[in-house]
Nanobody, 124 residues
């Protein structure tokens, strides 16, 4: 079991930056692949980024490539999402998630554990 708690959301102007954090409690954080997803009002939850156990491999949705960076600190049981050059269309609730699986990592259903989300609003 792992519990996840996101923080760092808020209101930012277009072009600005935010850094989201997701603190994990429970055992064996380093054994989980971690992902970030987001859900805008009226839309389905969508994949943003994911990072493998050691942090050596990362993958991003096309719409955030070059703007967002996912990282993790296994010593602190924390995963981060650095978001730069934010756009109004990035407005959503951002969720971190954990899975022990290694396939289908862009699918919501692959992840077993979810945080409660942190809201990001980007004004134009």
């Amino acid at each position: 079991q792992v519990q996840l708690l996101e923080s760092g959301g808020g209101l930012v102007q277009a072009g600005g930056s935010l850094r989201l954090s997701c603190a994990a409690s429970g055992r064996s954080f380093s054994s989980y692949v971690m992902g970030w997803f987001r859900q805008a009002p009226g839309k389905e939850r969508e994949f943003v980024a994911q990072i493998y156990r050691s942090g050596a491999m990362t993958y991003y949705a096309d719409f955030v490539k070059g703007r967002f960076t996912i990282s993790r600190d296994n010593a602190k049981n924390t995963v981060y999402l650095q978001m730069n050059s934010l756009r109004p269309e990035d407005t959503a609730v951002y969720y971190c998630a954990a899975t022990a699986r290694e396939a289908g990592l862009w699918h919501v259903g692959t992840y077993d554990y979810w945080g409660q989300g942190t809201e990001v609003t980007v004004s134009s």
